[in-house]
């Protein structure tokens, strides 16, 4: 791969209209930015979990603020790239140079909009739905590409989904972004049935998408049958972005919910400081005395770790730039940190999946998701199924227009419900499934 070919301003669906003109207000990757984020998909991210239910009194993140903040240190790991870029001599063309830390940007902002209402535990209530549920009886009917989609659903792929699909009413490639934004947010690079795990970043409706893209921006394929590519490299650092603010952050809303108290709180984060960083550590202990508010202590220790984290990662690009550029590349940015970092990471994710992951609130919400997503995908895929009854044709006129099938095979008749239940939001998924389990009725006026 090379850096020339992997930036590329041309539009999916727009690929016959110049894509860069002498005079512009914004560029075309910020131009990506602006419109992930003035879409409706976007905002109704605000209403969906990301770990902890949805806030009350004390104000959590929800994927909408993970996706700002992750966007946030994404630009930060695309200009440093630039600048190594540059020196490097890998990449001189100043317009592109300038342009790494939007593209990065723009595709931490849509990484998470495929996800389904509840958080991860959506995703695993579609899963489970097909692979023991109900939807079983669907399989015979399917490919084996195709149930897999189902059984295996992953809202990563899901994102691609959403960015690229002509939604019916919609214009021809979705969001129209660009070609190297949308090959930075596939972090799986392959089909459902190549994943050993519930991983990967396609359905069978985008792949021949994901192949246009691939062969535009020169990313080999490593397998054909089934079809596996190399990353795009941009995606490690929308990753690391990604893994840096979730367990980060996760660590701050754990202590502002009283998970986890401030001496904890403080060691996890002052972790990540060795000896060699003797100086900080005292710079750290001077604004610690003069800011004495917990929150704000707190906060500001987390912003200093992300700072480090940025730079490790960075680090990480820059030595391993010929394997990246190659697909030679083992694991993420994060995991191949050295030393202090690794092992401060380490016991962060430790505390967490024994803290903060499996405390009570979070498992109520997974319960909870697992109950209303599993209910709407019974009423909607069994409506689709037998679409003539006076029942099922009540349950399908909920269906909005633009969720229309675009055919009449089964596969893309049930990926009309799941598109149309992994959009709502957390409140519209538990509102809906009360209603249709008449627990409420429908107010007017």
Known sequence: MNWEQLLSAKRLGLEERPHISAVEDRSQFQRDY???IFSAAFRRMQNKTQVFPLPGRIFVHNRLTHSLEVASVGRSLGNRLAELLFREKFLEDPVWLSEIGSVVSAACLAHDMGNPPFGHSGESAISNF???GPGQTLQENLSPEEWSDFTQFDGNANALRLLTHSFSGKRNGGFALTYTTLASIIKYPFESIAADRQKFGFFQSE???CLKIARELGIPAVSE???VFRRHPLVYLVEAADDICYQIMDVEDAFKLGIL???ETRELYLGFYGDADRSVLQSIERTLQLVTDPNEQVSY???GVIGKLIGGCSEQFGQNHEAILHGEFSGSLLKNLPGQLQSAMKKIQEVSLARIYNHRSVVEIEIAGYK???????EFVGAIRDPKSPYS?????LLPPQYRPASDSDYHRVQSAVDFITGMTDVYALDLYRKIKGISLPEIG
């Open 393 to 397: 044709r009540k349950i399908l006129s």
């Open 34 to 36: 602006d419109r992930i």
């Open 130 to 132: 097909f692979r023991s």
């Open 207 to 209: 792949k021949e998408t």
């Open 301 to 303: 220790l987390r912003a």
């Open 261 to 263: 108290n401030y001496d």
């Open 225 to 227: 049958n089934p079809l």
């Open 372 to 378: 209303i997503i599993g209910t709407l995908l019974e």
